[in-house]
């Protein structure tokens, strides 16, 4: 029995997983995160940040809670903040899955939802943004997950004891997903503490993510990985994340990280979300090279029922290219514009075509990634532009995106063709 909605997170379930790990003889346990009351592993760092900045007195009563977040970290804030009298303003990138969004309003959030493509310097980019409302709105307090201390420290407190505590000291390997980083460092501190550096910590990172070497491009799965805007002055990680913490980082693709997700939900019956997948994919790769006297642990952030419209839901899967996808076929010419071509530059992509799509300006144009499209230029705009010009002024809205799963008929949009060749 508890007093208050905030004490009863944590003590969260570890459940062996016997079927996504059939073959394997190390043993692999999955500690239940989204069983805490706000459906996150989240909750832990909100309640500990939340508490902190009442004693420091940088929250006061009638105060308000800002955070700019992914979604699980606001839904535990929105929901401590709402059982202590507290408001609350979140600001969410467009990526975030629907579900997440009508879970903080529905705990009396105001959300602001902006474009997740933007330079970390860019005012309008979800932490700058949150940061700026919390300093206009009288009373207003932000959270600050990505450099504030008391979000590692939840985690070195909770998170590892409980683990040490329910696998008997037994544990040999812990995963965790690389976020803001809080979990991976604050458990993983302590239970390299209490097993005297023998229990080997492994962060799981999306492919691009640039933490774990990637190039920062774009990825699909939510609320983990570092995403690096290639107009971002200098890729400034959190202070959250202490990287001398973890023994290795597994890159895990968007496409392992989703069958996972499914294969865990069909086979062990566990409802899990994307960076779930991805930390459950990085152990089950850890764990096939181990003895069988090893125990791996592993973090599951949150539930698959915030993506039911995204990694459950067919018609996201095909539109996205990751459910029965064949090689892709090869396309002659360029297949995009970077955002900072010239006018001359993109007439000379376009060639003979009459549109193509804009995307985000890296060094690199393949491969395409939806995430990173951020409009198109069409051949009759820049015919007679000056061929100096960025085309910056001359992009327009998006092209209605086809899946390589999607049937032809999907091509129709508005009751017209778009560009069938």
Same mark, same amino acid.
């Given at each position: ?15 062996r997983l016997?079927r996504?790990?059939?073959?394997? *003889?190390?043993?692999v346990?999955? +500690? ?14 909100a ?15 009638g ?31 467009? +990526? ?6 009508a ?15 933007r330079p ?14 919390a ?11 990505y ?16 683990i ?27 239970l ?5 550096g ?29 995403f ?12 959250s ?5 973890l ?15 499914? *294969? ?10 994307g ?44 539109r ?15 297949r ?11 007439r ?15 060094? +690199? ?6 995430a990173?499209?951020v ?9 007679d ?20 799963? *999607?049937?032809s ?7 017209r ?5």
């Amino acid at each position: 029995m508890y007093e208050s909605v905030a004490d009863a997170i944590g003590h969260t379930p570890l459940v062996r997983l016997r079927r996504v790990a059939q073959g394997i *003889d190390a043993a692999v346990y999955a +500690k239940l995160e989204f069983l805490n009351p706000g459906g996150s592993v989240k909750d832990r760092a909100a309640v500990s940040m939340i508490d902190a900045a009442e004693r420091d007195g940088s929250l006061r009563t009638g105060g308000t809670v800002v955070e700019g977040t992914s979604g699980n970290t606001g839904i535990g804030l929105t929901m401590v903040a709402a059982s202590r009298g507290y408001h609350s303003i979140v600001v969410v990138p467009d +990526k975030t899955s629907t579900e997440k969004i009508a879970t903080l309003r529905a705990h009396g959030a105001d959300v602001r939802v902006v474009s997740g493509a933007r330079p970390t310097q860019h005012p309008e980019h979800v932490r700058n943004l949150a940061a700026r409302i919390a300093a206009e709105t009288p009373g207003g307090w932000l959270a600050g997950q990505y450099d504030n201390p008391a979000n590692p420290d939840a985690h070195y407190r909770t998170t590892g004891p409980e683990i040490w505590q329910q696998t008997g000291g037994r544990i040999t390997h812990f995963v965790a997903g690389i976020g803001t980083g809080g979990t991976v460092t604050g458990a993983g501190r302590f239970l390299k503490e209490a097993s005297a550096g023998q229990v080997r910590v492994i962060g799981a990172d999306p492919e691009t993510s640039s933490y774990g070497g990637g190039d920062g491009r774009a990825f699909y799965i939510e609320s983990v990985g570092h995403f690096v805007h290639p107009e971002s002055i200098e890729d400034t990680w959190p202070a959250s994340y202490d990287p001398t913490v973890l023994d290795t980082v597994e890159r895990i693709s968007d496409q392992e990280s989703i069958d996972v997700v499914r *294969d865990v939900a069909r086979r062990d019956g566990l409802l899990i979300g994307g960076s779930s997948g991805t930390a459950v994919a990085a152990a089950l790769r850890v764990a096939r090279t181990l003895p069988a006297d090893s125990m791996v642990v592993v973090i599951l952030p949150d539930s698959g029922r915030s993506y039911v419209s995204k990694y459950f839901d067919p018609e996201w899967l095909q539109r996205f290219g990751f459910d029965g996808v064949a090689a892709p076929v090869a396309a002659e010419g360029p297949r995009a514009v970077r955002s900072t071509a010239t006018i001359g530059e993109a007439r000379e992509a376009l060639g003979n075509r009459p549109t193509l799509p804009v995307v985000l300006g890296r060094a +690199k144009l393949e491969p395409v990634v939806a995430a990173e499209i951020v409009g198109a230029i069409h051949l009759a705009h820049v015919a007679d532009a000056p061929a100096d010009d960025p085309i910056t002024d001359y992009i327009s809205a998006a092209l209605p995106l086809v899946g390589s799963g *999607d049937s032809s008929g999907v091509v129709v949009h508005g009751g017209r063709v778009v560009d069938v060749r």
